[in-house]
């Protein structure tokens, strides 16, 4: 209820006390996040996914936020994967465009209407913030260097010519291949 309400202090105190709520579900299978989420309560998603909560919980968050028509806490969720996407070091599950938009599309076919259109600006400005993040990676995965100073370009094209079987010719021309794809990325972007 207190996530619900958007209580913050209330949650930290109760949180503080019994860590372990933060993923406990009701008898609607629903933990404080889903609550938070359902309310659009933007501060107390926020403050959920600071303490740990996890986004990717069943039932779909995000799902649940574009059903609900809730666009603060559907704006909490998609900046908290952005940073998550633009964090090499932060692991866990990341939400792909392409699994936004099957989300959006079962969203869509469930509610019989378009979506409002502060839904539809939050999953294009994603949509957009999305594909920047990648090429931003894309860009630090090519020009990454090992141990000799050789980018992985060089570390290919050196591979490729000391190939000696076809096994490890295909696999060179592959991992080529790869990085002609990430370079048209970053010249998109």
């Known amino acids: 209820l207190a996530a619900y309400e958007g209580h913050a202090n209330i949650c930290e105190h109760i949180l503080q006390l019994k860590p372990g709520l933060l993923t406990t579900q009701n008898n609607n299978e629903a933990q404080p996040i889903h609550e938070a989420i359902r309310a659009n309560q933007e501060d107390m998603v926020v403050y959920l996914l600071q303490k740990g909560a996890d986004p990717y919980v069943l039932p779909n968050t995000f799902h649940l936020a574009i059903l609900n028509r809730a666009p603060d806490a559907?704006?909490?969720?998609?900046?908290?994967?952005?940073?998550?996407?633009?964090?090499?070091?932060?692991?866990?599950?990341?939400?792909?465009?392409?699994?936004?938009?099957?989300?959006?599309?079962?969203?869509?076919?469930?509610?019989?209407?378009?979506?409002?259109?502060d839904i539809v600006t939050l999953i294009l400005a994603y949509e957009k913030n999305y594909a920047a993040s990648f090429a931003q990676r894309a860009a630090s995965i090519l020009y990454l260097t090992n141990d000799n100073g050789y980018t992985l370009e060089q570390s290919a094209q050196a591979n490729f010519n000391a190939a000696q079987t076809d096994e490890q010719l295909a696999r060179t021309l592959q991992v080529i291949n790869h990085l002609d794809w990430y370079k048209e990325q970053v010249d998109l972007h």
Do not use: F, W, Y
């Not at 990341?94 to 079962?106: D, G, H, Q, V």
């Open 74 to 117: 559907l704006e909490a969720l998609l900046t908290h994967n952005l940073e998550i996407l633009g964090n090499p070091q932060k692991v866990g599950k990341k939400l792909t465009m392409p699994r936004l938009n099957a989300i959006t599309r079962e969203v869509q076919s469930a509610c019989g209407s378009d979506l409002p259109v």
